[in-house]
């Protein structure tokens, strides 16, 4: 048996997120098995690098597979997106040694928060970013953020039905910027909980609005309590931006992976 990476894009506006459910083929993972099964002549089964929720995107989601049927990378790539709807890509197709698996080899993840901070909804990314009508702060909203850099215990972060067997993450990088009215929340950590991004993201706006000081985000994470953190911010804002995996598995890197290459490289996964 041969194993295949995949570097995939979607958007998730009409999807009920990336996992296979009984109740709905409306996933993302039925529709690229699907494609792939087609290609393959044989059932064909997946594995994600990390599961999104209902509405999610994804610009680098990776994951593997396992096949019997000897074909060329391009002709993976090429005949398995002309099986996919238009919402779905394959953007780049690596074989990988057997002891690469998309979920357990990675060693970090990217994910990205995109909001709009305007009066008004955009009609052409509505299903793309998440709208903010109050003005934000993105100079607090840093500085609230600063306090999650680093190796916590992430319970205050964590959905109910997390099934993560530790809290305890190491979150790389936390950066806020702005460029008009978008505002981008870049988060590279070893590992997400369930709903992890969105509950940061949920947190840090109450701050930017000025209605919370920017070390009540250390309070909240010290308190290791769901209960006293922010509201989930919406699904639609959020990406799965890559994920980075060591060196010899020869995968692409993304840009924003870099200067912590060395750091990822030599300490544990937590």
Known sequence: MLKIALGVEYDGSRYHGWQRQKNTPLTVQEALET??????????ATVCAGRTDAG?????QVVHFETNKQRADHEWMF??????????????????????????????????????????????YRN??????????VTLMQQGADY???THDFSSFRAGGCQAKSPIKCLHS?????????????????????????NIVGTLLPVAK???????????????????AGVTALPNGLYFKGVYYPKKFGLPVVEAFKPFNESIETKPTL
Not at 35 to 44: C, F, P, R, Y
Not at 56 to 60: D, E, F, G, K, S
Not at 79 to 95: E, F, K, M
Not at 179 to 190: E, L, R, W, Y
Request: hydrophobic share 45%.
């Open 35 to 44: 494609a792939l099964s087609k290609l393959a002549v044989h059932t064909v």
């Open 56 to 60: 999610v995107h994804a610009l680098q």
């Open 79 to 124: 005949g398995c997106n002309s099986y996919l709807p238009d919402d779905i890509r394959i953007v780049w197709v690596r074989p990988v040694s057997d002891d690469f698996h998309a979920r357990f080899s990675a060693a970090a993840r990217y994910y990205r928060y995109e909001i709009l901070n305007r009066g008004v909804k955009s009609a052409l």
């Open 128 to 137: 793309h970013v998440t709208t903010i009508f109050h003005p934000l702060d």
């Open 148 to 150: 999650l850099q680093g």
């Open 174 to 198: 936390i950066s806020i910027k702005r460029s008009n009215d978008k505002i981008t929340v870049d988060i590279i950590a070893s590992a997400f909980l369930h709903h992890m991004v969105r």
């Open 210 to 228: 000025g209605d919370m000081p920017p070390d009540w985000v250390q309070s909240v994470l010290l308190a290791k309590d769901r209960n006293k």
